[in-house]
T-cell receptor
Framework: RKEVEQDPGPFNVPEGATVAFNCTYS??????FFWYRQDCRKEPKLLMS???SGNEDGRFTAQLNRASQYISLLIRDSKLSDSATYLC????????????FGTGTRLKVLA | DAGITQSPRHKVTETGTPVTLRCHQT?????MYWYRQDPGHGLRLIHY???????DKGEVSDGYSVSRSKTEDFLLTLESATSSQTSVYFC???????????FGSGTRLTVV
């Protein structure tokens, strides 16, 4: 089982739609969780950090379910500019300094 | 976002030649990382550093070495480049594990 798993997509959605991505992680001792966004041929950029049970930033909501070991990202009122790959990132167990990346979920918002 | 820069941005090299990629930061962050990104594999950790002269291996370290002689620079060396090392290489920095990474713009390396 991969340490961090994501549905690769692609998710093709119309403008204005709401779309949700899920990510599961294998190590229950992980403490820090993030969503990154990566545009084609660019570096990943931090989208959201996820604190305790969840976090909201404008149209974006991230949630963490520790019991089931998954995190989710909800995008409301999708824009064309939201088209990108979204990476789920989980910290290694306490005592190391590494993050583990999912392979990403591709989103394409259609006009 | 000039806090982290990678050089070169693009490089084509021949099989068997040594190659060094440079990552330079101006943020004084303790942690620095080298990743490679390939289709179907996502980002995979090559080596990382948790301080000057303190480095450790990641999941795909074979064929790579690193050095960090000062806080701001983290060098990745391919001792003898192979075609399987054709990839996009990203450097990342972090102040602390709970703050996430900031990535450099990447180096696109082609080994022919």
């Amino acid at each position: 089982r991969k340490e961090v798993e994501q549905d690769p997509g692609p998710f093709n959605v119309p403008e204005g739609a709401t779309v949700a991505f899920n990510c599961t992680y294998s190590n229950s001792a992980s403490q820090s969780f993030f969503w990154y966004r990566q545009d084609c041929r660019k570096e990943p950029k931090l989208l959201m950090s996820i604190y305790s049970s969840g976090n909201e930033d404008g149209r974006f909501t991230a949630q963490l379910n520790r019991a089931s070991q998954y995190i989710s990202l909800l995008i409301r009122d999708s824009k064309l500019s939201d088209s990108a790959t979204y990476l789920c990132v989980v910290s290694s167990p306490q005592g190391t300094y590494k993050y583990i990346f999912g392979t990403g979920t591709r989103l394409k918002v259609l006009a | 976002d000039a806090g982290i820069t990678q050089s070169p941005r693009h490089k084509v090299t021949e099989t068997g030649t040594p190659v060094t990629l440079r990552c330079h930061q101006t943020e004084n962050h303790r942690y620095m990382y080298w990743y490679r990104q390939d289709p179907g594999h996502g980002l995979r950790l090559i080596h990382y550093s948790y301080g000057v002269k303190d480095t450790d291996k990641g999941e795909v370290s074979d064929g790579y070495s690193v050095s960090r002689s000062k806080t701001e620079d983290f060098l990745l060396t391919l001792e003898s480049a192979t075609s399987s090392q054709t990839s996009v290489y990203f450097c990342a920095i972090s102040e602390a594990i709970e703050y996430g990474y900031t990535f450099g713009s990447g180096t696109r390396l082609t080994v022919v």
